[in-house]
């Protein structure tokens, strides 16, 4: 298939907020700033459906994009911004475990990190849970833009140590200004897509070609 329509469902704070059919969905989650929300908007080709900034701290609910009525990509609230009071940060874990501990449509979570940036340990206590909750632990390294291709090795090797990952482990180095990455992240939701048994199958758009 090839993406017609995607569109926001909603924002949500509280469980019963969430759509209640069985689609399934695939989150992305990572400190405040990483580019998750960026992220969305380029895999979905959409300039501003996913609410970016670039003061930390946007995307404080969690948001459910619909693409086609097939399936959701969603936006998880940014962790560790330092600017928050207390009681708000404890409102955000508790909204991002919520989601993440008791969500049946839930295929797989991606793991936003930095590329510039040694990963801090809420992103390894985050990268833990992925694992221990049964998900391969797909990494996407983002803002690949702001390095050299030697220096993008050199991160991804860095980020595989620090967040202890398998050798067979996914890393991915994308880039939203770039437009990088795009499809390496979309065979990925393809490979989940089989491996999980659901009949959707992601094609390129007419016209771009294989990422270099
Ligand atoms: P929260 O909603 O606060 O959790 O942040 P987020 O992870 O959704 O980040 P967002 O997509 O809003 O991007 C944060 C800032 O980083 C914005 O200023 C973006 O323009 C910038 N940014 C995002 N992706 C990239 C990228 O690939 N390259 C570069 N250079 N900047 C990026
Ligand atoms: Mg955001």
Do not use: C
């Not at 900034?53 to 940014?78: A, M």
């Not at 909750?133 to 050299?148: C, E, H, P, Q």
């Not at 860095?158 to 050798?167: A, Q, V």
């Not at 065979?187 to 897509?193: A, C, E, K, Q, R």
């Amino acid at each position: 298939m090839k993406i017609k329509n995607s569109s926001f469902v909603i924002s949500a704070v509280a469980k019963t907020q969430y759509p209640e059919d069985a689609l399934p969905e695939f989150a992305f989650a990572g400190r405040s700033n990483v580019g998750k929300s960026s992220l969305i908007n380029m895999l979905l080709n959409r300039r501003g459906l996913a609410k970016t900034s670039s003061t930390p701290g946007k995307t404080q609910l969690v948001n459910f994009y619909d693409i086609d009525g097939l399936f959701r990509l969603v936006d998880l609230p940014g962790y560790g911004f330092a600017k928050v009071s207390k009681t708000q940060k404890a409102s955000w874990g508790k909204i991002i475990d919520t989601y993440l501990n008791t969500r049946q449509n839930l295929i797989e979570v991606f793991q936003l990190v930095d590329i510039r940036h040694k990963p801090s340990n809420e992103d390894k206590e985050m990268y833990e849970w992925i694992r221990g909750g049964g998900f391969n632990g797909i990494v996407l390294a983002t803002k690949s833009d702001k390095m050299s291709k030697n220096q993008v090795a050199q991160q991804l090797k860095m980020i595989r140590k620090e967040l202890n990952m398998d050798e067979d482990a996914v890393i991915i180095p994308v880039s939203a200004t770039e437009r990088a990455g795009k499809y390496d992240v979309w065979d990925v939701i393809n490979d989940l897509f089989e491996a999980n048994g659901i009949d959707i199958h992601l094609e390129r758009q007419s016209g771009e070609t294989a990422p270099k």
